[in-house]
Nanobody, 124 residues
């Protein structure tokens, strides 16, 4: 079982940027698709972005396209989410997740390993 630990969250103002990291331990993530999801207060968890095992394929939720970028460094066993032009509606707990196959999915049920999450708060 892989362990995932997110970091990089915080309190920022609208328009600012943050870079989230998700570090894996216990085994390599190099053969796994990796995703980012978020849960805003009072809402269901929702898909944000996903990246294939080699980083050659990515997919984004419409509400983050052009603002967020998912990337990975398999040598460091780490996945990143660069978030630019943050908005108050981006306020949520952000989770990274690993899928047991190499290609991505937008469904959280397709991901078997999850981190504890990191809080992102965007003030207006």
């Amino acid at each position: 079982q892989v362990q995932l630990v997110e970091s990089g969250g915080g309190l920022v103002q609208a328009g600012d940027s943050l870079r989230l990291s998700c570090a894996g331990s216990g085994r390599t993530l190099s053969s796994n698709a990796m995703g980012w999801f978020r849960r805003a207060p009072g809402k269901e968890r929702e898909f944000v972005a996903v990246i294939s095992w080699r980083g050659t394929s990515t997919n984004y939720a419409d509400f983050v396209k052009g603002r967020f970028t998912i990337s990975r460094d398999n040598a460091k066993n780490t996945v990143y989410l660069q978030m630019n032009s943050l908005r108050p509606e981006d306020t949520a707990v952000y989770y990274c997740a690993a899928r047991d196959v190499s290609y991505g999915s937008v469904r959280d049920a397709d991901f078997g390993s999850w981190g504890q999450g990191t809080q992102v708060t965007v003030s207006s």
